[in-house]
């Protein structure tokens, strides 16, 4: 079945580096992407969206590129902190369907001082 | 606000016995959602709600129920607990007005099924 996976399921970076996580969905009917992040022991906590009519977004450290034609989706954190390290999962909907989301496997990100 | 409030926060429970996970938001939220989190693994959808009265079956509805007769409360029911119901839980709500679709998480509940 269609489903939304990640490339890397680990990524470790200095503080301070920019970080790249990526994300690759096979739902070509998807419209909508939402990053969340996931500390131990707590619950996924939303980051970032972007729609299918846009290719780039940004937030305060973060940006998101969506590549509609490759079906790539990247969360970019700039100059990485410590408080960054966590589960990312990227998840997709149809906004025009059911509107569940579907999440991937996530990527940890550890940040080392 | 309080969010989304889930009880309890950790369980063991034998093979063949029942529970209820409480779920409650206080965000006035239409959309409820129930997931389970095997480990090293993304988020199942159980069940979800579009409203009170109403449910629907998510991606592994199998082994659990769901009852939604007010728009805070979402109980997810484990009728004849089994090892592989053992996983950690999240409730979440959102509100469904053609934006957002973001959805906001309880804390989770841990469950051990031995």
């Known amino acids: 079945g269609e489903s939304v996976g990640l490339h890397l399921p680990t990524l470790s970076v200095q503080e301070g580096d920019n970080s790249i996580i990526n994300c690759a969905y096979s739902?070509?009917?998807?419209?909508?992407f939402i990053w969340y992040k996931q500390e131990s022991g707590k619950g996924p906590q939303f980051i970032i969206d972007?729609?299918?009519?846009?290719d780039k977004r940004q937030g305060q450290r973060v940006t998101v590129l969506l590549n509609k034609t490759v079906k790539h989706l990247s969360l970019q954190i700039a100059a990485t902190q410590p408080g960054d390290s966590a589960v990312y999962f990227c998840?997709?909907?149809?906004?025009?369907?059911?509107?569940?989301?579907?999440f991937g496997k996530g990527t940890k990100l550890t940040v080392n001082p | 606000n309080a969010g989304v409030t889930q009880t309890p926060k950790f369980r063991i429970l034998k093979i063949g016995q029942s529970m209820t996970l409480q779920c409650t938001q206080d965000?006035?939220?239409?959309?409820m959602y129930w997931y389970r989190q095997d480990p090293g693994m993304g988020l199942k959808l159980i069940y979800y709600s579009v409203g009170a009265g109403i449910t629907d079956k998510g991606e592994v509805p199998n082994g659990y129920n769901v009852s939604r007769s007010t728009t805070e409360d979402f109980p997810l029911r484990l009728e004849l607990a089994a090892p592989s119901q053992t996983s950690v839980y999240f409730c979440a709500s959102s509100y469904s007005s053609g934006g957002s679709y973001e959805q906001y998480f309880g804390p989770g509940t841990r469950l051990t099924v031995t």
């Open positions: 739902n070509s009917a998807s419209d909508y």
């Open positions: 965000m006035n939220h239409n959309y």
């Open positions: 998840a997709e909907t149809n906004q025009g369907g059911s509107e569940k989301l579907v």
């Open positions: 972007i729609r299918s009519n846009m």
